[in-house]
């Protein structure tokens, strides 16, 4: 077994036996479809836009950025780190051409489950459409407050609210993409640092 499937399914192992209604063979079971190993180098592509996401990934390690390309720039949108999924997501779930470039950012390590098996999978287990139900109310949650730091006018408060939910992303994002995130400029990002 290559090096980056046994690590990245010990980590979704251990990370799924923490939802208490799952069981362990259902955990097993859902984790064994996770069959297939990607590694990206930096600066690669796990999906460039106008492709259509035909995987759901769990990033092993590394971090991966989530940017829509305009013709003026490139708008940083979110991110992908270790122990999380990442996806083009709406492309995934409406199975069409992807807006939306996922990139890495240093070398990542990923685990592949097909769309087909994901689906048929979560389909025929409670537990897990359960599972997945909860992971779009948190990601939702998520997007709502991103949201609400795009309308905010002050740059100061969009950092100090990132800041808040992501005490980490410093160490992992190189400061030009947090700045894009947080729709500034980096010197105004420096300035606020």
């Not at 859902?30 to 990206?40: I, Q």
């Not at 940083?76 to 051409?97: D, K, L, R, T, W």
């Not at 489950?113 to 537990?127: C, K, L, P, T």
Request: glycine share 4%; aromatic share 10%; charged share 25%.
């Amino acid at each position: 077994m290559p090096a980056v499937l046994a690590s990245g399914v010990t980590m979704l192992t251990t990370l799924l036996r923490q939802v208490p209604y799952l069981t362990a063979a259902e955990v097993e079971e859902f984790v064994a479809l996770w069959k297939r190993p990607v590694v990206l180098q930096r600066h690669d592509f796990l999906v460039q836009a106008g492709q259509v996401e035909h995987n759901l990934y769990f990033v092993v390690s590394g971090v991966l950025r989530i940017y829509y390309p305009s013709q003026d720039e490139e708008i940083c949108v979110g991110f992908g780190y270790a122990n999380n999924m990442v996806c083009s997501f709406p492309s995934f779930v409406a199975n069409q051409p992807s807006e939306y470039c996922l990139q890495a950012l240093k070398k990542c390590e990923l685990l592949a489950i097909s769309r087909a098996d994901f689906s048929a999978f979560v389909e025929q287990n409670a537990g897990f459409a359960r599972f997945w139900r909860t992971e779009l109310e948190r990601v939702l949650v998520g997007r709502i407050e991103r949201e609400i730091d795009l309308l905010l006018p002050e740059p100061e408060r969009r950092l100090e609210r990132l800041l808040k939910r992501s005490p980490h992303i410093f160490q992992l994002v190189p400061k030009k993409y947090i700045a894009s995130y947080l729709r500034m400029t980096p010197e105004t990002l420096s300035r606020l640092r």
